[in-house]
């Protein structure tokens, strides 16, 4: 079973093809101010987020320790560091 709207019927009136393209374009420009409006107040929040952030770790005092030069000077980006355990296969795995 097919769901099939019935055809528009475009009024022939001038006058009325005019209004109905003023409120659409009302309609667009209330959308578009309301966007605005939305990503002005994301965005303060998320300055707002920073900066407190930044305060409260300079309050505390709170700095991420520096890396040696050496671990900076060995590191390669095609080396993947973590940690692993072999599972044999027919051996138990406990979790």
């Known amino acids: 079973m097919r769901f099939v709207l019935p055809p528009i019927r475009r009024s022939r009136n001038p006058l009325v093809r005019a209004l109905s393209v003023v409120a659409g374009l009302a309609v667009l420009g209330v959308l578009l101010v309301f966007g605005v409006v939305v990503l002005g ?4 929040g998320g300055l707002v987020f920073l900066a407190v952030r930044q ?11 520096p890396r040696p ?27």
């Open 69 to 95: 030069a050496a671990a900076r000077a060995t590191h390669d980006p095609n080396v993947l560091e973590g940690e692993f355990v072999v599972i044999r296969q027919g051996d138990p795995v406990h979790h």
């Open 41 to 44: 107040v994301l965005l303060a």
């Open 55 to 65: 305060w409260k770790l300079a309050r505390d005092g709170v700095r991420p320790a």
